[in-house]
């Protein structure tokens, strides 16, 4: 179990690390999408490859951040009825529902994506639109987002093998305090 929880932990260190690097073209995307509106109102000028590139850097955050939310146990989830379940009903539902659901799933995602990427990068498609950028790009993002939910749901599934079986401790029952998102958690442990 200790070498499954090693390969847990590189990847959760990888798909964190993309994550936050992925999270800062949320940035880059706000400032492509303000000077676009800024040069089209002002200046009476657009450019469909800047409207592409907007619509790029919000797929590859939205997709290349996915496992990161995973992995931060931040996906929406029905907290109506876990919240009265046990954390060891929670674990073992999690466990469940990332073998029989989110696996598949991804697994199946990265599998049909992957020629559709290929096909796109040899045949160097392009944009419809006049001045529109190339496409495989933004189609590599559903494969790699696919391919790191499928790595980080591996991770997810060690870990909670892991605290089925007593490798790794259950996370705390402290009442109100499960309702904050962990890095909520985390704060407020760094201000106590």
């Known amino acids: 179990m200790n070498g499954l929880l090693s390969v847990s932990q590189v990847v959760d260190r990888v798909t964190g690390w993309i994550g936050r ?5 949320l940035l880059l ?13 002002s200046f009476n000028l657009s450019s469909n490859a800047w409207l592409e590139l907007q619509w790029y850097l919000f797929g590859a955050v939205f997709m290349l951040c996915a496992a990161w939310t995973l992995r931060e146990d931040e996906h929406v989830r029905v907290d109506v009825l876990s919240q009265r379940l046990s954390t060891r009903s929670r674990v073992w539902i999690d466990l469940v529902c990332h073998i029989l659901f989110l696996m598949p ?3 199946l995602m990265t599998y049909l994506s992957w020629p559709f990427v290929v096909s796109s990068f040899l045949s160097g498609e392009q944009s419809n639109n006049a001045g529109g950028l190339i496409r495989w790009p933004a189609k590599l993002w559903i494969l790699a987002g696919f391919a790191l939910l499928v ?16 490798h790794l401790p259950m996370p705390e029952e402290s009442g109100a305090e499960d309702d904050l998102p962990p890095a909520a958690r985390e704060a407020g442990a760094r201000d106590a």
């Not at 690097?21 to 073209?25: G, I, Y």
């Not at 995307?29 to 109102?41: E, H, P, Q």
């Open 29 to 41: 995307a706000v400032i492509v999408s303000a000077g676009n509106a800024v040069i089209r109102k």
């Open 105 to 107: 799933f991804a697994i």
């Open 151 to 166: 790595a980080q749901g591996v991770s997810e599934i060690i870990k909670r093998g892991a605290m089925l079986t007593g």
């Open 21 to 25: 690097t992925m999270a800062w073209l």
